[in-house]
């Protein structure tokens, strides 16, 4: 699987080859800038052109050790060994990058603030949230966050992917602030905001805490005994 985002988040365009088609709208590439529905962050829309012809992307996830991007069957079609230009829904991803950077921020916030840690996350058009175990939970301490995070976007930090060796990111204080196990691989990829927080993570990212611009907290709410749920939403770019 050659996954572009995994290095660069700012591929918008790409040339690839295709290297599977099932039932004529599963497509596989041989590499591809499109993001799949994974660790809270949604999927990539947008479409791949095969001389001047469109196919959208609909959907795209992970299928094994691949990336599957679903079509409209439109035209001819695609098939094996066909050369296509791969273009994503830029606005839409950039959207998912901030907001994705901007979870982040808060969620290194509230770890550094409170110990807890976080239970799950979901990257949203109109508003993303974090889950987080915390036992005992005061309402005034979510203006706290939300105004630590501002303070750290603000601060213009760079944000940077490192992809290190399993047994180097693990030494790494609070790499780890998912209340789950991390998968049994030789490398780790890194979201690095340096000298503020690092984490292991999948998914796409602003190369700068200030392109988050700022977070507003809409609302918070406990779901059961120890979990807490914050959502907030990114302040519209230009
Ligand atoms: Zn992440």
Redesign the pocket.
């Known amino acids: 699987m050659d996954a572009l985002y995994l290095l660069d988040c700012y591929i918008k365009e790409f040339e690839a080859t295709v290297k599977d088609v099932t039932d004529g709208r599963f497509v596989i590439l041989n590499k591809t800038a499109f993001y799949p529905d994974s ?1 809270g ?1 949604p999927h990539d829309l947008g479409v791949l052109i095969k001389d001047g012809h469109e196919y959208p992307v609909v959907y795209t996830r992970k299928m094994d050790d691949a990336i599957s991007h679903e079509v409209t069957i439109t035209g001819p079609g695609l098939a094996v060994g066909d050369q296509v230009t791969g273009r994503i829904d830029w606005n839409r991803r950039y959207h998912f990058m901030r907001s ?1 950077t901007a ?2 921020v808060l969620s290194a916030v509230i770890h550094k603030k409170t110990g807890a840690l976080i239970t799950g996350n979901r990257i949203g058009d109109a508003k993303t949230r974090v889950d987080f175990s915390l036992k005992d939970f005061d309402r005034s301490q979510i203006k706290s966050f939300e105004e630590k995070t501002n303070e750290i976007i603000n601060q213009e930090i760079p944000v940077e992917i490192k992809i290190l060796p399993r047994e180097e990111a693990l030494k790494i204080p609070a790499i780890v602030k998912l209340k789950m196990e991390l998968p049994e691989i030789a490398e780790m990829r890194i ?1 690095d905001i340096v000298g503020f927080d690092a ?1 292991a ?3 796409t ?1 602003v190369r700068n805490t200030g392109e988050i611009r700022a977070i507003e907290v809409i609302k918070a709410e406990n779901k059961g005994k120890n979990n807490r749920r914050i959502y907030f939403r990114v302040e519209t770019a230009d």
């Open positions: 660790g962050q994705h979870c982040h979201i984490q993570c999948g998914g990212h």
